[in-house]
Protein backbone atom coordinates (compact mmCIF):
# COMPACT_ATOMS: atom_id res chain seq x y z
CA UNK A 1 0.00 0.00 0.00
CA UNK A 2 1.24 3.26 -0.88
CA UNK A 3 2.68 5.71 1.76
CA UNK A 4 0.47 8.43 2.38
CA UNK A 5 2.63 11.34 4.14
CA UNK A 6 0.45 13.40 6.55
CA UNK A 7 1.42 16.55 5.13
CA UNK A 8 0.10 15.65 2.14
CA UNK A 9 -3.10 15.82 3.43
CA UNK A 10 -3.12 18.64 6.03
CA UNK A 11 -2.12 22.26 5.14
CA UNK A 12 -2.04 25.49 6.99
CA UNK A 13 -5.58 26.69 6.03
CA UNK A 14 -6.74 23.33 7.81
CA UNK A 15 -5.17 24.30 11.24
CA UNK A 16 -6.20 26.25 13.48
CA UNK A 17 -4.61 27.08 17.35
CA UNK A 18 -6.91 29.09 18.78
CA UNK A 19 -9.98 26.57 18.46
CA UNK A 20 -12.87 28.34 19.98
CA UNK A 21 -15.50 25.37 20.54
CA UNK A 22 -16.52 24.69 23.93
CA UNK A 23 -18.51 21.26 22.85
CA UNK A 24 -17.51 18.64 20.90
CA UNK A 25 -19.59 19.37 18.32
CA UNK A 26 -18.88 22.72 18.17
CA UNK A 27 -14.64 21.62 17.67
CA UNK A 28 -16.45 19.41 14.82
CA UNK A 29 -18.47 22.14 12.96
CA UNK A 30 -15.37 24.58 13.30
CA UNK A 31 -12.61 22.25 12.14
CA UNK A 32 -15.90 21.38 9.36
CA UNK A 33 -15.66 25.31 8.31
CA UNK A 34 -12.01 24.38 7.48
CA UNK A 35 -12.32 21.98 5.38
CA UNK A 36 -15.25 23.49 3.39
CA UNK A 37 -13.61 26.96 2.75
CA UNK A 38 -10.37 24.89 1.38
CA UNK A 39 -12.81 22.96 -0.66
CA UNK A 40 -12.39 19.39 0.98
CA UNK A 41 -15.70 19.06 2.02
CA UNK A 42 -19.25 20.50 0.06
CA UNK A 43 -21.45 20.05 2.84
CA UNK A 44 -20.82 21.43 6.36
CA UNK A 45 -24.03 19.85 8.22
CA UNK A 46 -24.16 16.73 5.72
CA UNK A 47 -20.24 15.79 6.88
CA UNK A 48 -20.92 17.09 10.69
CA UNK A 49 -23.84 14.62 10.99
CA UNK A 50 -21.71 11.87 9.17
CA UNK A 51 -18.97 12.68 11.77
CA UNK A 52 -21.13 12.31 14.90
CA UNK A 53 -23.02 9.63 13.90
CA UNK A 54 -19.23 7.87 13.64
CA UNK A 55 -18.60 9.81 17.11
CA UNK A 56 -21.50 7.29 18.27
CA UNK A 57 -20.21 4.22 17.67
CA UNK A 58 -17.23 4.56 19.29
CA UNK A 59 -14.40 6.40 21.65
CA UNK A 60 -12.09 8.51 19.44
CA UNK A 61 -10.54 10.11 22.78
CA UNK A 62 -7.40 8.71 22.82
CA UNK A 63 -5.96 10.10 25.88
CA UNK A 64 -3.39 12.54 26.87
CA UNK A 65 -5.99 15.64 25.92
CA UNK A 66 -5.83 14.21 21.81
CA UNK A 67 -8.99 13.27 20.15
CA UNK A 68 -9.28 11.91 16.00
CA UNK A 69 -13.02 12.11 15.11
CA UNK A 70 -13.39 10.88 11.34
CA UNK A 71 -16.16 11.12 9.02
CA UNK A 72 -16.41 8.72 6.23
CA UNK A 73 -19.05 10.63 3.87
CA UNK A 74 -20.53 11.43 0.09
CA UNK A 75 -19.53 15.43 1.30
CA UNK A 76 -15.90 14.65 1.08
CA UNK A 77 -14.46 16.11 -1.93
CA UNK A 78 -10.72 15.47 -1.18
CA UNK A 79 -9.35 12.69 1.87
CA UNK A 80 -8.38 15.60 4.52
CA UNK A 81 -7.28 16.01 7.66
CA UNK A 82 -8.14 19.33 9.84
CA UNK A 83 -6.31 20.29 12.99
CA UNK A 84 -7.41 22.27 16.17
CA UNK A 85 -5.92 23.00 19.09
CA UNK A 86 -7.63 25.11 21.94
CA UNK A 87 -6.00 27.05 24.91
CA UNK A 88 -9.07 25.32 26.89
CA UNK A 89 -10.07 21.58 27.78
CA UNK A 90 -13.31 20.51 26.07
CA UNK A 91 -14.95 17.22 27.14
CA UNK A 92 -14.69 14.36 25.07
CA UNK A 93 -15.35 10.42 25.93
CA UNK A 94 -11.83 9.61 25.73
CA UNK A 95 -9.95 6.24 26.81
CA UNK A 96 -8.31 7.45 30.05
CA UNK A 97 -11.74 9.56 30.63
CA UNK A 98 -10.11 13.32 30.54
CA UNK A 99 -11.24 16.27 28.42
CA UNK A 100 -8.82 17.05 25.01
CA UNK A 101 -7.57 20.06 24.10
CA UNK A 102 -6.08 18.96 20.50
CA UNK A 103 -8.33 17.56 18.04
CA UNK A 104 -7.34 15.65 14.73
CA UNK A 105 -10.47 15.52 12.49
CA UNK A 106 -10.39 13.19 9.37
CA UNK A 107 -12.52 13.68 6.96
CA UNK A 108 -12.14 10.93 4.39
CA UNK A 109 -14.33 10.12 0.81
CA UNK A 110 -16.08 7.30 0.85
CA UNK A 111 -13.95 5.66 -1.97
CA UNK A 112 -10.78 6.01 0.24
CA UNK A 113 -12.99 4.27 3.29
CA UNK A 114 -10.48 1.60 3.30
CA UNK A 115 -7.09 2.16 2.07
CA UNK A 116 -6.15 5.95 2.61
CA UNK A 117 -8.28 5.95 5.48
CA UNK A 118 -6.20 3.33 7.25
CA UNK A 119 -3.30 4.81 5.95
CA UNK A 120 -3.96 7.87 7.81
CA UNK A 121 -5.01 6.85 11.10
CA UNK A 122 -2.09 4.33 11.29
CA UNK A 123 0.44 7.60 10.87
CA UNK A 124 -1.03 9.58 13.25
CA UNK A 125 -1.49 6.09 15.68
CA UNK A 126 2.31 6.26 15.18
CA UNK A 127 2.81 9.42 16.04
CA UNK A 128 0.70 9.59 18.93
CA UNK A 129 2.00 6.65 20.59
CA UNK A 130 5.20 8.87 20.68
CA UNK A 131 5.78 10.52 24.18
CA UNK A 132 7.87 13.13 22.20
CA UNK A 133 5.81 13.68 19.59
CA UNK A 134 2.53 14.27 22.15
CA UNK A 135 4.35 16.69 24.08
CA UNK A 136 5.38 18.86 21.79
CA UNK A 137 1.79 19.05 19.92
CA UNK A 138 0.80 20.61 23.40
CA UNK A 139 3.16 23.46 22.97
CA UNK A 140 3.36 23.98 19.25
CA UNK A 141 3.13 28.02 18.87
CA UNK A 142 2.50 28.37 14.82
CA UNK A 143 0.96 26.45 11.94
CA UNK A 144 4.20 25.99 10.45
CA UNK A 145 5.59 24.31 13.63
CA UNK A 146 2.42 22.02 13.37
CA UNK A 147 3.44 20.92 9.72
CA UNK A 148 6.59 20.49 10.32
CA UNK A 149 6.14 18.04 13.23
CA UNK A 150 3.40 15.89 11.34
CA UNK A 151 6.11 16.41 8.41
CA UNK A 152 9.44 14.89 10.59
CA UNK A 153 7.89 11.46 11.05
Given at each position: ??????S?V????????D????T??E???E????L??N?????K?G?VK???FR???????????I??P?????????T?I??GI????????????????????F?????D???L??T?L?G??I??????????I????S????????S??
Amino acid sequence: MEMVKLSQVVNENLVTLDLKANTKKEAIEELTDLLVKNGNVNDKDGFVKDVLFRESEGVTGLGQGIAIPHGKSWFVNTTSIAIGISKHYIEWESLDGGPVNVIILFAVRNEDANTLHLTLLQGIAILLANEDFVKAIHKVDSKEELISLLSSN
